[in-house]
């Protein structure tokens, strides 16, 4: 089990804000860096927010993260249908000496 | 543009070894930590190991301390991951990624451990 978590889903309809909440702690989120992922259904992850809340060339503002303490959030504003997906926080964990992914969440557009 | 192109993944038996390459292009190689991640079926991302641009400098996780190797051959552009001992709990596709925090990824290659 992760040390970082997650809701395992979230959803909104086409237009609507979301938001995912990640949770971890002083060894983690509260002292490095988030990045987040999303993976579309049968392909491989892709970044969409690094260092807290930069975006990566390509990925639409409609992304958006921050991190306060030991939490990150992604919002995702204007809800679109491809955006139906499973989203990942992730962050170096100075307890573990590598990364940790977050549990995940399932995002679904209504 | 990067690319990154896995290879090796296979069906082993429990106990057995193999050995996973990543091909590299579109970026200078050697600039850059490079990444293991693997997802089990079903299951969510787990980071397995990444090296420093000139190997001084390795991480991985708890579980395969020991049993994998991660290396790299900057004038091939390649990246490897060495598994022994594998145990069921290591299936799942693993992919390679570019940079510490993951900015590209490959598409990934199955390893299935099972007798």
């Known amino acids: 089990q992760s040390v970082v978590t997650q809701p395992p889903s979230a959803s909104g309809t086409p237009g609507q804000r979301v938001t995912i909440s990640c949770s971890g702690s002083?060894?983690?989120?509260?002292?490095?860096?988030v990045s987040w992922y999303q993976q579309l259904p049968g392909t491989a992850p892709k970044l969409l927010i690094y260092?807290?809340?930069q975006w990566p060339s390509g990925v639409p503002d409609r992304f958006a993260g921050s991190k306060s303490g030991t939490s990150a959030s992604l919002a995702i504003s204007g809800l679109q249908s491809e955006d139906e997906a499973d989203y990942y926080c992730?962050?170096?964990?100075?307890?573990?000496?590598?990364?940790?992914f977050g549990t995940g969440t399932k995002v679904t557009v209504l | 543009e990067v690319q990154l192109v896995e290879s090796g993944g296979n069906l082993v038996q429990p106990g057995g070894s193999l050995r996973l390459s990543c091909a590299a292009s579109?970026?200078?190689?050697?600039?850059?930590?490079m990444t293991w991640v693997r997802q089990a079926p079903g299951k969510g991302l787990q980071w397995v190991a990444n090296?420093?641009?000139?190997?001084?400098?390795?991480h991985y996780l708890d579980s395969v301390k020991g049993r994998f190797t991660i290396s790299r051959d900057n004038a091939k552009n390649s990246l490897y991951l060495q598994m022994n001992s594998l145990r069921d709990e290591d299936t799942a596709v693993y992919y390679c990624?570019?940079?510490?925090?993951?900015?590209?990824w490959g598409q990934g290659t199955l390893v299935t451990v099972s007798s």
């Open positions: 990624a570019k940079e510490g925090r993951m900015s590209d």
């Open positions: 579109g970026f200078t190689f050697s600039s850059y930590w």
């Open positions: 992730a962050t170096w964990d100075d307890s573990l000496n590598g990364y940790v």
């Open positions: 090296i420093k641009q000139d190997g001084s400098e390795i």
């Open positions: 002083r060894s983690n989120i509260e002292t490095n860096p």
């Open positions: 260092s807290n809340n």
